[in-house]
């Protein structure tokens, strides 16, 4: 067996490769590039961050009222900048073939045309500016990682961001009190009034969602790894990403988390790669997660959520009210809350809670038509054909199985999809790098083994 192959180690844990050494372990990037997108990716949910022409009014409704200017910014020019420096010191011979990811630049370009509808323009040019932002760090995900540790790096940089914030939400739960905003420099931690923490991102919503849709990845690099040191630590940090989730009372977030866990477990087991320790340790996060759980049931399900479902319920139906004044090409993006505003005006809905719609499939079709919601739904169905392209090459098990991950958080997410916003910039964006790993995960599976080898270690069979 040459030096560059894999091994495997004795049942129970042979659908995992154990390294051999190699010396194909350097990765396309550079430390300081890792490091820049480590800051840039945590930054997403630490919001250290401003906006240029801020709408403050806008911004009570739900839209996006600003053009964003963040860490995170920065960070993604220095990325770019450092590639092409790169590009340009190294002298490359031909010319590389990109992963572009048609469906994305159809919806930008569906975006930006409906600021032909709408009735404040610039609130559209606001969307768009987050968009770009998003398709910037998609691309660089999905060309600049070509190696199985990169993947997997990447995936820790996930799991440090959700534990970071899982932190800050157990500290502000402990300690803040109901209502009221902390400040720590450029960054705001919060507690709703009713005790929930929202976290760094201004909404226990918001900060479970995200929690939650990094969360199954996670989790799935826990499943793949063979070294028992990375293996403890990717289930001291699903376990407290878990308790985290269950601190914010998000009910959706729940949900993604759950069902995420549900299809890894089942698709790891019917293939034989569902590591031996797994049962114990799902018994044992089950037993951590009784009482954060029971919590949420008295809190949310029992005693009533304080008209969250139905508000949710009347906002829907201005929306379909909405809808049918131009269903095809929409009312333009960012500006739902202005065009619903005449049906939330009718006596039905006056006495009602008013906001953009918790739907972003109806959020999405209200300003951008169908055509627009065509074409996020084609977003969404691009990044789960990529992870599932990968799950099924199965030349590659770590690949399927961090594939499977990431499919299964974008399938739980779409759930979550259903009842919320998901407009601001850090839903977007992290959504964004999620797809853009899916991409790359289905870009190195798809390379011969050989190639694999030459960027990384070798875990074809």
């Given at each position: 067996m040459s030096a560059t192959s894999t091994t495997f180690s004795a049942a129970g844990s042979s659908a995992f490769p154990t390294r051999t050494r190699s010396a194909a372990n350097a990765?396309?990037?550079?430390?300081?590039?890792?490091?820049?997108?480590?800051?840039?990716?945590?930054?997403?949910?630490?919001?250290?961050?401003?906006?240029?022409?801020?709408?403050?009014?806008?911004?009570?409704?739900?839209?996006?009222?600003?053009?964003?200017?963040?860490?995170?910014?920065?960070?993604?020019?220095?990325?770019?900048?450092?590639?092409?420096?790169?590009?340009?010191?190294?002298?490359?011979?031909?010319?590389?073939?990109?992963?572009?990811?048609?469906?994305?630049?159809?919806?930008?370009?569906?975006?930006?045309?409906?600021?032909?509808?709408?009735?404040?323009?610039?609130?559209?040019?606001?969307?768009v500016a987050v968009l770009v932002q998003a398709f910037a760090i998609f691309f660089y995900l999905a060309n600049r990682i070509k190696t199985v540790p990169d993947v997997m790096r990447c995936t820790w940089i996930l799991a440090s961001a959700m534990c970071i914030q899982a932190l800050i939400v157990f500290v502000a739960k402990a300690l803040g009190e109901p209502g009221t905003d902390y400040y720590f420099g450029p960054i705001m931690v919060n507690v709703w009034e009713d005790g929930r923490p929202g976290g760094t991102m201004h909404s226990p919503v918001l900060a479970g969602s995200a929690m939650a849709i990094m969360w199954v990845p996670v989790l799935a690099l826990t499943m793949c790894q063979r070294n028992r040191l990375l293996t403890r630590l990717g289930l001291f940090c699903t376990a407290?990403?878990?308790?985290?989730?269950?601190?914010?009372?998000?009910?959706?977030?729940?949900?993604?988390?759950?069902?995420?866990?549900?299809?890894?477990?089942?698709?790891?087991g019917r293939r034989g790669w569902l590591p031996r320790w797994s049962i114990m340790a799902a018994a044992a996060f089950a037993l951590l997660a009784v009482y954060p759980l029971f919590l949420v049931i008295v809190g949310r399900v029992a005693n009533g959520d304080g008209g969250s479902a139905s508000a949710r319920a009347h906002l829907a139906m201005i929306a379909m009210d909405t809808i049918k004044e131009a269903p095809l090409f929409g009312h333009g993006s960012g500006n739902c809350h202005l065009a619903c505003e005449d049906n939330a005006n009718q006596a039905a809905f006056r006495s009602e809670w008013y906001y953009t719609v918790h739907c972003k499939y109806l959020l999405v079709w209200i300003e951008t038509g169908i055509i627009g919601l065509l074409g996020f739904l084609a977003i969404l169905g691009n990044g789960i054909r990529h992870g599932l392209s990968a799950w099924r090459n199965q030349s590659s098990p770590v690949l399927a199985t961090l594939g499977l991950g990431f499919t299964a958080a974008l399938l739980g997410h779409m759930t979550h999809l259903l009842v919320d916003v998901f407009n601001s910039r850090t839903q977007v964006q992290l959504l964004w790098v999620l797809l853009g790993i899916t991409a790359a995960i289905y870009r190195i599976s798809h390379q011969p083994s050989a190639d694999r080898r030459l960027g990384g270690v070798n875990y074809g069979r």
């Open positions: 990765s396309g990037l550079r430390w300081h590039e890792w490091a820049a997108l480590a800051v840039g990716v945590n930054e997403i949910n630490l919001q250290i961050d401003s906006y240029l022409m801020f709408h403050e009014r806008d911004a009570e409704f739900g839209a996006v009222a600003g053009i964003n200017i963040s860490v995170f910014t920065i960070c993604l020019g220095y990325l770019y900048a450092a590639w092409i420096g790169h590009s340009m010191l190294k002298g490359v011979v031909r010319k590389p073939g990109f992963l572009w990811n048609p469906p994305m630049l159809i919806y930008i370009a569906i975006v930006a045309s409906s600021m032909l509808a709408a009735s404040v323009p610039m609130l559209t040019v606001f969307d407290f990403g878990m308790l985290g989730i269950l601190c914010t009372q998000t009910r959706g977030a729940i949900i993604t988390a759950f069902f995420g866990a549900m299809m890894i477990g089942w698709m790891l």
